[in-house]
Every structure is written in structure tokens, then in C-alpha cells.
């Protein structure tokens, strides 16, 4: 595969280049650098859009986490998040598993 440069579009104007990993499926639509190499692709959707299932991903472990007996006082969640211009955003994995990294504190808790 080759990189490559898809535009997204923002919803408030503007727009964000993102270096994606796929076969281009899109129409090209202009080139960058002096030599004109690298392609950029438009992409379907607007960058909101393409991330739009990340949040509720993040906010339905957060809550599961929140719900356990003995709750922390804090959460921490971080994950790898890939783009395509076709799919959108997803949870990128690392040899074949989804990867999240969870931190949780608790402060002042009495033990035992």
C-alpha cells in the first residue's frame, strides 16, 4: 500500500489532510509539493462525520467503568484511531487485536 493524502472537510470551513494507508477509491483532486508527487483525495464525508463513532465508543467504556462498585475517581482511556476515506474513523489494532490503554485512580479510598 501506499500513503497517501485524503482532505476532509471541516463543518465549520476549512479542512484537514490526513496521511491514510488505503487504495485510493476517490477522485483526486489536486497535488502538493513542488513536484507535484503527492496526490490529495477528497474525501466523501466531513472530518465530524468520519470521527463521529469515536465518542460514543469512548463514553459507553467510560460509563461500564463508572458503573463498577467501587468506581474510580478518575478514567483514563487511550486508544489508536485510524481514518479512511470511505469508512470513516475506526479503532485502529495492533497484531490483530483492538489495543485500549485504561487508567484508573482512586483518591482517599480507605482499604481493607
Known amino acids: ?31 502538493l509539493g513542488k513536484d ?8 466523501g464525508k466531513t472530518f465530524e462525520d468520519a470521527t463521529a463513532a469515536i465518542t460514543p465508543a469512548a463514553r459507553s467504556l467510560i460509563a461500564r467503568l463508572r458503573a463498577a462498585e467501587d468506581a ?12 479512511s476515506a470511505q469508512t470513516g474513523a475506526f479503532i485502529a489494532s495492533v497484531a490483530g487485536q483492538a489495543n485500549f490503554t485504561v487508567s484508573m485512580t482512586w483518591r482517599g479510598a480507605a482499604c481493607g
Open 72 to 83: 474510580p475517581d478518575e478514567i483514563g482511556i487511550q486508544f489508536g484511531v485510524q481514518l
Open 1 to 31: 500500500m501506499v500513503k497517501r493524502l485524503v482532505e476532509f472537510p471541516l463543518e465549520q470551513g476549512g479542512s484537514v489532510l490526513v496521511e491514510i494507508d488505503e487504495p485510493s477509491a476517490g477522485p483526486v483532486t489536486r497535488g
Open 36 to 43: 507535484h508527487s503527492v496526490l490529495v483525495e477528497q474525501a
